[in-house]
């Protein structure tokens, strides 16, 4: 396959999680979801879970939304061929989250008591397969985080009400214009906006 090269925008909102849990938060609704997934049960940091995540976020008070639109190159985006589709948007959403992920990571060290949120399940372990699957216990249980989504939240909603980008969709089996991809640090204090200013402004690759 052809190279990809991107724009990523990001956007970020900055809110107390109670007004976002009020007009974001699901559960029942997403977890029920969950298990129509192919990779339902094959990854610690999806559901369900062996705890409950609404004890779970009475620990935190502020939610920091990060939203990025991620919009491949022209040329390879046309080029994109149906068989290739899947791949072509794992290669995309895996080129970001190199780049975000570390900063998340170091952000959650640098605020005490706050919980970051991947754009996607953990893949930590990755080339390896999650040890889920085989019934064995995390091996970095310590570093595994999970998704909004994962936790029972509304992303589509998340981005087009919350943040004004809309998720689209790919059609006749061409990949969507753009990628939507939401990633989180939840806390119990407020972080202010420049704490986020590397992560919302990754390079163009």
Not at 6 to 14: K, M, P, S
Not at 58 to 67: P, S, T
Not at 154 to 166: K, V
């Amino acid at each position: 396959m052809t190279d990809i090269s991107y724009r990523a925008e990001g956007t970020l909102c900055q809110l107390p999680l109670e007004e976002y849990m009020s007009g974001y938060f699901d559960p029942e609704r997403f977890f029920a979801l969950c298990e129509h997934c192919p990779t339902y049960l094959t990854n610690w940091s999806c559901p369900p879970f062996t705890y409950d995540v609404r004890d779970a976020l009475l620990r935190y008070r502020y939610a920091n939304i990060l939203v990025h639109r991620v919009t491949p190159d022209e040329r390879s985006w046309t080029a994109c061929q149906p068989a290739d589709v899947t791949d072509y948007c794992f290669r995309l959403i895996s080129a970001v989250r190199d780049q975000i992920d570390p900063l998340l990571y170091d952000l959650e060290q640098e605020y005490e008591g706050s919980r970051l949120f991947t754009a996607g399940r953990c893949r930590l372990c990755l080339p390896r397969s999650c040890t889920r699957s085989a019934g064995d216990p995390c091996r970095q249980p310590d570093r595994m985080r999970s998704s909004l989504e994962s936790w029972g939240f509304d992303l589509s909603g998340t981005t087009e009400r919350l943040a004004g980008i809309p998720m689209v969709w790919g059609k006749e089996g061409h990949p969507p214009r753009y990628l939507t991809m939401v990633s989180a640090l939840l806390s119990p204090e407020p972080v202010a906006t420049s704490a986020f200013t590397r992560i919302l402004h990754c390079k163009e690759l």
